[in-house]
């Protein structure tokens, strides 16, 4: 399943929280880098979209840690949790926290794909 389909199928699974979670998510898909920034500059999913693919894997991961060990917090918890667990990472409205990286020699030879916004 592509990752957009995942991210709204963990979506759908808030129900008690529905109308305030959807108007966060919305504004952060309008109003930030969240849909488009990678997890990190250089490591773990440094490719664009990079920190929501994260995001999904986490709440899905914890849904199934849920289901072992802790079947009395409810999906909707996890799946806003683990969403937004490293949210910070997108910066804020208007300054992303990672900018692509325009140095070819960095990008090749150290895998540097990001960097920092140093505003």
Not at 43 to 54: A, D, P, R, S, V
Not at 81 to 97: A, Q, T
Request: one cysteine or more; aromatic letters at 8%.
């Amino acid at each position: 399943m592509e990752i957009l389909q995942r991210y709204k199928a963990l979506q759908n699974k808030v129900v008690v929280r529905k109308n305030d979670f959807s108007d966060f998510i919305r504004m952060l898909e309008s109003k930030t880098s969240w849909l488009t920034s990678p997890a990190s500059t250089r490591f773990h999913l440094n490719k664009e979209g990079g920190l929501l693919e994260h995001s999904v894997g986490v709440a899905e991961t914890l849904l199934k840690f849920r289901e072992a060990l802790a079947p009395q917090v409810s999906e909707e918890s996890c799946v806003i949790v683990g969403l937004l667990h490293d949210i910070g990472k997108i910066g804020m409205p208007g300054k992303p926290r990672y900018l692509k990286n325009d140095n070819e020699w960095e990008i090749k030879n150290r895998g540097i794909t990001y960097k920092i916004n140093p505003k």
